[in-house]
């Protein structure tokens, strides 16, 4: 048994048949013990605070930023930790799907401050002309002829229900299929909203709501959903966090973990994400081209995941000391 202050843990244990480089190997520091996506929200974390502080002159409150950054990441490993002693089956998934799901809410509400570093300015005017040039209209001006009661609920129902998806769709992979299947799940989300993350700060677009709100002639009206997606919209929503649309983004990257790994869901899910796709300008929370770029996005994730994870895999093992 190794006794050296950082090592690293593993068992070659493999999930389903497309994902064989999926292992629950650890990083592990002192007692801490951390695996891929642990490791990817940690050290996104850190890369936001690192921006902070090279811009702080461009960061509004860069070192609260900062200071909530670490009380974040020092909160999750501490819950992290109670996950691994958990023996109940249904709280080691709570205590692990909680803080990776809230992890990826707070990165995207702390990316807020970070998206004027680079441009410097909202760039909802080229997305604008590309769109009047693509489509010869304004889509989510155009689509206004066809608003009703019934297609906006339908709609905000899809858009509203992303929500408690992120951890069903998360506890039915990890009962059907197991916990090496769940952090596939974790790790491509993940990705994908972080990828999602750094295009905020690449390309900063306010999105429709703040850009266009004045142009707008025809309300959303519907029922209970429209009410929801109504109070989401004036409650957790900020302007920017539009290109990649998130909600694309990974409502694509759900779809394809049900067909990877429990084939009922991923028809269930069917017309739902579809729906959502167009919920996303229907309800104008994005363009167009939002929505679209959130579909490659989480293209482009399901891609390199395989590939980050080999890398993960042989890593640890050339620059750490490892126990087996």
């Given at each position: 048994m190794n006794n050296s202050f950082l090592t690293l843990s593993h068992e070659n244990q493999y999930v389903g048949f497309s994902r064989k480089n999926m292992t629950n190997k650890q990083l592990t520091i002192g007692r801490v013990r951390l695996n891929?996506?642990?490791t990817l929200i940690l050290g996104t974390l850190a890369l936001f605070s690192l921006l902070a502080m090279i811009y702080c002159s461009q960061v509004e409150h860069w070192l609260l930023l900062v200071l909530?950054?670490?009380?974040?990441?020092?909160m999750y490993v501490c819950v992290n930790r109670f996950s691994e002693k958990a023996k109940n089956k249904f709280w080691k998934f709570f205590i692990r799907m909680a803080p990776i799901v809230l992890a990826f809410a707070y990165l995207f509400g702390a990316v807020d401050k970070l998206q004027m570093i680079v441009q410097h300015q909202w760039m909802d005017d080229d997305v604008l002309d590309f769109e009047q040039y693509m489509f010869g209209v304004q889509p989510t001006l155009w689509i206004e002829d066809?608003?009703?009661?019934?297609?906006?609920?339908w709609l905000m129902f899809s858009y509203v229900i992303y929500i408690p998806l992120y951890p069903v769709l998360c506890g039915i992979i990890y009962y059907k299929r197991g916990e090496l299947a769940m952090e596939d799940y974790f790790f491509t989300l993940g990705l994908t909203n972080v990828l999602c993350d750094i295009g905020f700060i690449l390309y900063p677009v306010a999105s429709p709501m703040y850009h266009l709100k004045e142009l707008y002639t025809v309300p959303l009206q519907g029922y209970?959903?429209?009410f929801l997606g109504e109070f989401i919209r004036s409650h957790l929503h900020f302007a920017g966090g539009s290109i990649p649309s998130p909600h694309a983004a990974a409502a694509t990257i759900m779809w394809v973990m049900a067909y990877?790994?429990?084939?009922?869901?991923?028809?269930?899910?069917?017309p739902i994400v579809l729906s959502l796709y167009i919920s996303t300008f229907y309800g104008r929370y994005h363009y167009v081209t939002d929505a679209v770029v959130g579909i490659l996005v989480a293209t482009f994730a399901l891609l390199i995941a395989p590939i980050l994870m080999k890398f993960w895999n042989k890593i640890p093992e050339k620059y750490f000391s490892a126990s087996k």
């Open positions: 891929a996506t642990d909530k950054n670490m009380i974040v990441g020092i066809y608003i009703s009661k019934p297609l906006t609920e209970f959903f429209t990877r790994y429990h084939r009922p869901s991923f028809w269930i899910l069917m």
